[in-house]
């Protein structure tokens, strides 16, 4: 899980011929992409300093005018500032093209000269690197060029009439535009196109302030969102609402209670039996039979039988962007997370960390975040994996190796108890450096299939266990044994009356180049159905889209006899092809040391994301969310920052739906929150 660059000594290399034949294939994966400072997404400023869960900010309050909110800042306080490292994740530089979009109210006394929306101020020298700022009837955007500082003026726009305006500035080389509520662009011609080594390193961004009192801004402030790459203006405008157009809003400031309108003009009989409700999910009962709900966030029309709501119409929820949700520190560097859901309990993360002491956790999803629930005690934990069989719910971990004092190395399966809201051990199986646990059932039997990925002498050609539960002694007994070279990873599928398991393989001894096998299920046993060719493969993801059936392997590791071991390299998509029944290569994706795919779909569109780990030089990579676009395939629409990325998932909640992914370098797992519209 660390990209595979530990996964073999330096003495075992692949034959020269195999890197000769494979070298077209790959030379086009050396050149390492170029990636931009930071991901192309909405960068909404405003949340990044405001409180997640509402809590009071020094210095700041909430004011309602009219039908919106916005925030009044009353001092320069510390705590409406943050680091700019913490959007320039890949390097410290200011992107050239850019948007600003910002709505606010500024009263016709408040603005007697200039005052700041927001600054970038390095701080060891108190300098203005970038800033937008306006006064009565101009709005200036300031930077620090070649020559000094610059300044880009637009004149006779008035803000300063106690009204809500939206403004969007777009820069892009000499070319400057402002539009104020969607209106008529305005269009500045520049001397010198805006600077591409404009340096943040060691600045902080300054909201409603230059860092001091002086320009501090007194109106309220609604919307601040920094678009790098792009202009915004296609993406807020038309607007049915101009003046309060939406990039990104914070959530605190987003919603407001329903206004009830009545009318004392009497309606004809066939309206006055129609009622409409607004606002989140209410009851439906026989009482409100008959009665329609319109949800405003998910914009669908449903009516009420009686016992649930049905839907009339409902428009499909699409992906926009991905921002920051939660910083899970972990007591260890984290190799996998196993989802799961526990009755009348909620959502639950089980995740395997490396340290042996005090071990693995699980995690409660609790008030829209993850806490630490239960501890475990592990040995290098790979994996978990949560099955239930007969009704009871049962947790296995996948350990890597054995007690510190010598003991055999085993991993462990518990069980759920309801009454102690714990899980507690259960079963206690042998297996050797295991990487995996697969659960599944065939034919209302309940299996369990462990990935041993070498024994303790270093011989990585070991046979991996596929058990099977007894229900006379309810423990699960070996069923079949199946040859693996260095196994990674299980994924078991069916497709229609067929059952499949798919192993990866990751090392033979000698090559991280070997064959992956795919399994079918016949006579009470899987026998070999396909082989494919991997590259230290450390993981399968079957999927559906429509009547296909895909399966994605993550390539990890490429090791030659000569020159470096190449870590970016092709991972593969494959399509099962009915008429040859095989599965066919679909597509060829350029990782990095790949270790994991996550397949999902919000409304009508799928996604696959990728966990890259290492490119040769560095842990700290983006990994990338791929959308299905037909006969395109699958094409990159997000970028997302990650340290030794091991695993992804997927999950929604009442909260909305969430990528999670855990790091093998560091001991941080990090929620993003999926906004849809």
Same mark, same amino acid.
């Given at each position: 899980?660390?990209?595979?660059?530990?996964?073999?000594?330096?003495?075992?290399?692949?034959?020269?011929?195999?890197?000769?034949?494979?070298?077209?294939?790959?030379?086009?994966?050396?050149?390492?992409?170029?990636?931009?400072c930071?991901?192309l997404?909405?960068?909404?400023?405003?949340?990044?300093?405001?409180?997640?869960?509402?809590?009071?900010?020094?210095?700041?309050?909430?004011?309602?005018a009219?039908?919106?909110?916005?925030?009044?800042?009353?001092?320069?306080?510390?705590?409406?500032?943050?680091?700019s490292?913490?959007?320039?994740?890949?390097?410290?530089?200011?992107?050239?093209?850019?948007?600003?979009?910002?709505?606010v109210?500024?009263?016709?006394?408040?603005?007697?000269?200039?005052?700041?929306?927001?600054?970038?101020?390095?701080?060891?020298?108190?300098?203005?690197?970038l800033?937008?700022?306006?006064?009565?009837?101009?709005?200036?955007?300031?930077?620090?060029?070649?020559?000094?500082?610059?300044?880009?003026?637009?004149?006779?726009?008035?803000?300063?009439?106690?009204?809500?305006?939206?403004?969007?500035?777009?820069?892009?080389?000499?070319?400057?535009?402002?539009?104020?509520?969607?209106?008529?662009?305005?269009?500045?011609?520049?001397e010198?196109?805006?600077?591409?080594?404009?340096?943040?390193?060691?600045?902080?961004?300054?909201?409603?302030?230059?860092?001091?009192?002086?320009?501090?801004?007194?109106?309220?402030?609604?919307?601040l969102?920094?678009?790098?790459?792009?202009d915004?203006?296609?993406?807020?405008?038309?607007?049915?609402?101009?003046?309060?157009?939406?990039?990104?809003?914070?959530?605190?400031?987003?919603?407001?209670?329903?206004?009830?309108?009545?009318?004392?003009?009497?309606?004809?009989p066939?309206?006055?039996?129609?009622?409409?409700?607004?606002?989140?999910?209410p009851?439906?009962?026989?009482?409100?039979?008959?009665?329609?709900?319109?949800?405003?966030?998910?914009r669908?029309?449903?009516?009420?039988?009686?016992?649930?709501?049905?839907?009339?119409?409902?428009?499909?929820?699409?992906?926009d962007?991905?921002?920051?949700?939660?910083?899970?520190?972990t007591?260890?560097?984290?190799?996998?997370?196993?989802?799961?859901?526990?009755p009348s309990?909620?959502?639950?993360?089980?995740?395997?960390?490396r340290?042996?002491?005090?071990?693995s956790?699980?995690?409660?999803?609790?008030?829209?975040?993850?806490?630490?629930?239960?501890?475990?005690?592990?040995f290098?934990?790979?994996?978990?994996?949560?099955?239930t069989?007969?009704?009871?719910?049962?947790?296995?971990?996948?350990?890597s190796?054995?007690?510190?004092?010598?003991?055999?190395?085993?991993?462990?399966?518990?069980?759920w108890?309801?009454?102690?809201?714990?899980?507690?051990?259960y %079963?206690?199986?042998?297996?050797?450096? *295991?990487? #995996? =646990?697969?659960a !599944?059932? /065939?034919? $209302?039997?309940? &299996? +369990? @299939?462990?990935?041993n990925?070498?024994?303790?002498?270093?011989?990585?050609?070991i046979?991996?266990?596929?058990?099977?539960?007894?229900?006379?002694t309810?423990?699960?007994?070996?069923?079949q044994?199946?040859?693996?070279?260095?196994?990674?990873?299980?994924e078991?599928?069916?497709?229609?009356?067929?059952?499949?398991?798919?192993?990866?393989?990751?090392?033979?001894?000698?090559?991280?180049?070997?064959?992956?096998?795919?399994?079918?299920?016949?006579?009470?046993?899987?026998?070999?159905? %396909?082989?494919?060719?991997t590259?230290? *493969?450390? #993981? =399968?993801?079957? !999927?559906? /889209?429509? $009547?296909?059936? &895909? +399966? @994605?392997?993550?390539?990890?590791?490429?090791?030659?006899?000569?020159?470096?071991?190449?870590?970016?390299?092709?991972?593969?998509?494959?399509?099962?092809?009915?008429?040859?029944?095989?599965?066919?290569k679909?597509?060829?994706?350029?990782?990095?040391?790949?270790?994991?795919?996550?397949?999902?779909?919000?409304?009508?569109?799928?996604?696959?994301?990728?966990?890259?780990?290492?490119?040769?030089?560095t842990?700290?990579?983006n990994?990338?969310i791929y959308?299905?676009?037909?006969?395109?395939?699958?094409?990159?629409?997000?970028?997302?920052?990650?340290?030794?990325?091991?695993?992804?998932?997927f999950?929604?909640?009442?909260?909305?739906?969430?990528?999670?992914?855990?790091?093998?370098?560091?001991?941080?797992?990090?929620?993003?929150?999926?906004?849809?519209?």
């Amino acid at each position: 899980m660390e990209g595979l660059k530990n996964l073999v000594p330096s003495s075992w290399h692949l034959p020269l011929q195999w890197c000769l034949l494979l070298l077209p294939l790959t030379e086009s994966a050396r050149a390492v992409p170029w990636k931009p400072c930071t991901d192309l997404h909405p960068l909404d400023l405003l949340s990044r300093v405001l409180p997640r869960d509402g809590r009071a900010l020094a210095g700041v309050r909430m004011v309602q005018a009219g039908d919106a909110r916005g925030l009044q800042i009353l001092s320069p306080s510390q705590a409406l500032t943050f680091p700019s490292s913490q959007l320039f994740v890949n390097c410290p530089l200011f992107p050239a093209e850019f948007s600003i979009v910002a709505t606010v109210k500024v009263p016709h006394t408040r603005v007697k000269r200039t005052e700041f929306l927001f600054a970038v101020v390095k701080e060891d020298v108190n300098q203005l690197l970038l800033g937008l700022r306006f006064s009565k009837d101009k709005v200036h955007l300031l930077y620090q060029g070649s020559m000094g500082r610059e300044r880009l003026s637009f004149k006779r726009i008035r803000l300063a009439d106690d009204h809500w305006h939206s403004i969007v500035i777009s820069i892009s080389g000499h070319h400057a535009t402002l539009t104020l509520d969607c209106g008529i662009p305005l269009e500045l011609v520049h001397e010198q196109p805006f600077p591409s080594d404009l340096n943040t390193d060691g600045s902080r961004f300054h909201i409603g302030s230059r860092r001091q009192w002086k320009g501090l801004f007194t109106g309220l402030l609604r919307q601040l969102v920094l678009l790098p790459g792009s202009d915004a203006t296609s993406r807020v405008c038309p607007s049915s609402r101009p003046s309060l157009t939406e990039l990104s809003i914070p959530t605190i400031l987003s919603h407001l209670p329903v206004k009830t309108l009545t009318n004392d003009v009497l309606l004809p009989p066939y309206e006055t039996e129609i009622r409409v409700t607004l606002g989140s999910n209410p009851a439906c009962t026989g009482a409100e039979q008959g009665r329609l709900w319109f949800d405003t966030l998910k914009r669908g029309l449903f009516i009420c039988d009686g016992t649930r709501w049905q839907s009339m119409s409902q428009e499909k929820d699409r992906l926009d962007y991905v921002e920051d949700y939660q910083d899970l520190y972990t007591i260890s560097e984290t190799l996998d997370i196993e989802l799961f859901q526990i009755p009348s309990l909620g959502l639950f993360a089980a995740m395997a960390h490396r340290a042996t002491k005090p071990g693995s956790a699980i995690y409660r999803w609790d008030g829209g975040h993850f806490q630490l629930y239960q501890n475990f005690s592990t040995f290098k934990a790979q994996a978990w994996k949560q099955f239930t069989v007969g009704g009871k719910m049962f947790l296995a971990v996948s350990n890597s190796m054995g007690p510190v004092n010598g003991g055999r190395e085993t991993s462990v399966i518990y069980r759920w108890s309801n009454k102690r809201l714990k899980f507690v051990r259960y %079963q206690t199986l042998e297996t050797h450096s *295991a990487r #995996d =646990w697969e659960a !599944f059932h /065939i034919n $209302n039997e309940a &299996f +369990l @299939a462990v990935a041993n990925h070498r024994t303790e002498n270093g011989n990585h050609n070991i046979d991996s266990v596929v058990y099977k539960w007894n229900p006379g002694t309810k423990t699960f007994d070996v069923n079949q044994t199946i040859s693996t070279s260095g196994a990674y990873d299980w994924e078991f599928f069916s497709v229609g009356p067929y059952h499949f398991l798919a192993v990866a393989n990751a090392f033979d001894g000698t090559s991280t180049q070997t064959d992956s096998s795919i399994y079918i299920w016949l006579g009470g046993a899987f026998q070999l159905f %396909q082989s494919i060719r991997t590259f230290g *493969a450390t #993981d =399968w993801e079957m !999927f559906q /889209i429509g $009547n296909r059936v &895909f +399966l @994605a392997v993550a390539n990890g590791h490429m090791l030659c006899e000569r020159g470096p071991s190449l870590y970016t390299i092709n991972s593969t998509i494959y399509e099962l092809d009915m008429t040859t029944k095989m599965f066919l290569k679909f597509q060829d994706i350029v990782t990095y040391s790949a270790v994991d795919w996550e397949f999902f779909s919000i409304g009508d569109e799928h996604f696959l994301v990728v966990a890259n780990s290492y490119d040769g030089a560095t842990y700290s990579l983006n990994s990338v969310i791929y959308r299905w676009q037909g006969y395109e395939g699958f094409v990159p629409v997000h970028r997302l920052p990650t340290i030794g990325c091991s695993d992804w998932e997927f999950f929604t909640s009442a909260e909305g739906s969430f990528l999670m992914y855990s790091s093998a370098k560091a001991p941080l797992s990090k929620v993003f929150k999926l906004k849809v519209h």
